[in-house]
């Protein structure tokens, strides 16, 4: 007998993921059980594509994006690239790694996501979202003054 249609428990199609570019954003983030390379953690983002409109599950409900990385915040881990990038600022020495996680909640930032070797769509890179410049102060000028 062939399996039947994926779903999951909220009674809906899995979506596609296709590679491009999403604003994610951090619902929560999960301890796991230490794996093959160590201490990990889930991050669990709600994904908005392009046109900005939120990636749904087949019967509305927001589809919520899990990827692990690992638990270390030293300058070179994914961990530390994204809460970088999701806090629109580097990281300081002596920033509590609990404080970090609990800031995040409700960061957004741009995500590169691709395929990966699995076959399956991953988050190869997120940057800051960017900022709208405030606009400069209007100033008195002389009325004869030449531009």
Known sequence: MPFKKVTNTVGGTMPTIEPGT??????????????????????????????????????????????????TLGPKSTARKWADALMGRDLRDGDDGEDVADALIGKSARALIDIGETGFARIVGLTPLKRRAKAAPVTDFDKDEVF
């Open 22 to 71: 999403y604003t994610v954003t951090v619902l929560r983030i999960e301890d796991m059980e230490p794996g093959q390379y160590g201490e990990r953690m889930r991050w669990v983002l709600a994904l908005t594509d392009e046109d900005g409109e939120p990636v749904t599950w087949d019967s509305g409900d927001v589809f919520e994006w899990f990827q692990q990385t690992g638990t």
